[in-house]
């Protein structure tokens, strides 16, 4: 069977480096906001040529975390899209304010930014952009509007570590919130995120909020909550982020094998604005389901990113959205399906994917 993505591969190229950092912090007994946690917020905001980079427990934090300290709150709305995973939108109603979907594009899959400024209203505080699949949203346009309307932009990286737009690797805005959940463009061995930011005041504020509300170990100037990155997670990351770039262009040199022998299929398309990370390589079909069968009895696992949009969810009932609401979304959902996609996939592999995806959509 070819995996979606294979860990393994990738942790037994490194093994005796993540072995030994994972040996030296067992070794320090520094569990806790250990040395790696502020190492790796330097490389990592180093990395995405940033100011500030804040670890967190999860990319679900890290974006809680943001909207928490921006001071959203009831009453207020905050704009995304629904073909996302509902970590996006979760924290918006977490805060107590109130999600605001609109619609993709067809092409990038990303935030129609045209739907957005039909969006904005008086409540509307906030955009979180997600960056889907690596390839970066149009941001020019979001941050001219947010501008225009006094909004605060909060990018989800999650899955789009590496990604550059027009030449400058994301977030472009003020905030972008990163995922290192396992199967990420750079993953953790557990559950792990960051807040990247060039806001000096947020990035502190953050790091109040993920610890407590502590500067000192039992000193509390606010009442914040446990949102810290693991001493573990870190260390394994700092390994890690020396490759991310190796990584990436393995990536991208896999997507354009991909695209060099698929026929037949919609396949992700780059804009001249992005240089794409391939997170996933997600294709559309009309007879998806039938296709995902038959690499399956071939031996080929596949994904569909994501199979029910997030306004048809039971978890958003309460919201009063219907199917047709946003038709883009909804096409797209039934279509898609993301190929095994990871730096140490073979070009062999990958020619044996095409031969089946062709052979069944000729
Ligand atoms: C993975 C992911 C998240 C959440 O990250 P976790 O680290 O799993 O909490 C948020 N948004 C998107 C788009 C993601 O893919």
């Known amino acids: 069977m070819i995996p979606i993505v294979d860990l393994k591969r990738q942790y037994l190229s490194i093994k005796d480096e993540i072995?030994?950092?994972?040996?030296?912090?067992?070794?320090?007994?520094?569990?806790?906001?250990?040395?790696?946690?502020?190492?790796?917020?330097?490389?990592?905001?180093?990395?995405?040529?940033?100011?500030?980079?804040?670890?967190?427990?999860?990319?679900?934090?890290?974006?809680?975390?943001?909207l928490?300290?921006?001071?959203?709150?009831?009453?207020?709305?905050?704009?995304?899209?629904?073909?996302?995973?509902?970590?996006?939108?979760?924290?918006?109603?977490?805060?107590?304010?109130?999600?605001?979907?609109?619609?993709?594009?067809?092409?990038?899959?990303?935030?129609?930014?045209?739907?957005?400024?039909?969006?904005?209203?008086?409540?509307?505080?906030?955009?979180?952009?997600?960056?889907?699949?690596?390839?970066?949203c149009d941001m020019d346009q979001i941050l001219e509007i947010a501008k225009e309307h006094n909004l605060k932009i909060?990018?989800?990286?999650?899955?789009?570590?590496?990604?550059?737009?027009?030449?400058?690797?994301?977030?472009?805005?003020?905030?972008?919130?990163?995922?290192?959940?396992?199967?990420?463009?750079?993953?953790?061995?557990?559950?792990?995120g960051c807040v990247v930011t060039n806001n000096e005041e947020l990035a502190n504020k953050i790091k109040?909020?993920?610890?407590?509300?502590?500067?000192?170990?039992?000193?509390?100037?606010?009442?914040?909550?446990?949102?810290?990155?693991?001493s573990l997670q870190a260390a394994i990351l700092n390994v890690k982020l020396k490759y991310l770039n190796e990584w990436i262009e393995r990536r991208r040199n896999n997507a354009k094998l991909y695209s060099g022998l698929l026929k037949?299929?919609?396949?992700?398309?780059?804009?001249d604005y992005s240089k794409h990370s391939y997170y996933v390589y997600t294709i559309r079909v009309k007879n998806r389901d039938k296709l995902q069968e038959f690499l399956k009895e071939n031996g080929i696992a596949t994904q569909i990113y994501y199979p029910i949009p997030l306004h048809l969810q039971s978890a958003y009932k309460n919201l009063d959205y219907k199917e047709g609401d946003f038709p883009v979304t909804e096409k797209i959902a039934k279509e898609i399906l993301s190929l095994p996609m990871f730096p140490e996939l073979t070009e062999e592999e990958i020619k044996y994917i095409c031969e089946k995806v062709n052979y069944f959509c000729k």
């Open 264 to 271: 037949n299929v919609i396949m992700p398309i780059e804009k």
């Open 19 to 66: 072995d030994g950092a994972i040996r030296n912090i067992i070794d320090n007994t520094s569990f806790i906001m250990g040395k790696p946690v502020e190492e790796f917020e330097n490389n990592f905001a180093n990395y995405c040529n940033a100011e500030y980079c804040v670890g967190t427990s999860s990319g679900t934090s890290a974006l809680y975390l943001v």
């Open 68 to 136: 928490k300290a921006l001071g959203i709150k009831e009453g207020d709305e905050v704009i995304t899209v629904p073909n996302t995973f509902i970590a996006t939108s979760e924290v918006i109603s977490q805060v107590g304010a109130k999600i605001k979907f609109i619609d993709v594009d067809e092409e990038t899959y990303n935030m129609d930014v045209e739907k957005l400024k039909n969006t904005i209203d008086e409540n509307t505080k906030a955009i979180i952009p997600v960056h889907l699949y690596g390839h970066s």
């Open 154 to 192: 909060i990018e989800d990286c999650a899955q789009a570590h590496g990604t550059k737009y027009k030449d400058k690797k994301i977030p472009i805005g003020e905030i972008g919130c990163f995922s290192f959940f396992p199967a990420k463009i750079l993953g953790a061995y557990g559950d792990a």
């Open 208 to 230: 109040l909020l993920r610890n407590h509300g502590r500067e000192k170990k039992y000193e509390h100037l606010i009442e914040g909550f446990n949102h810290r990155l693991d």
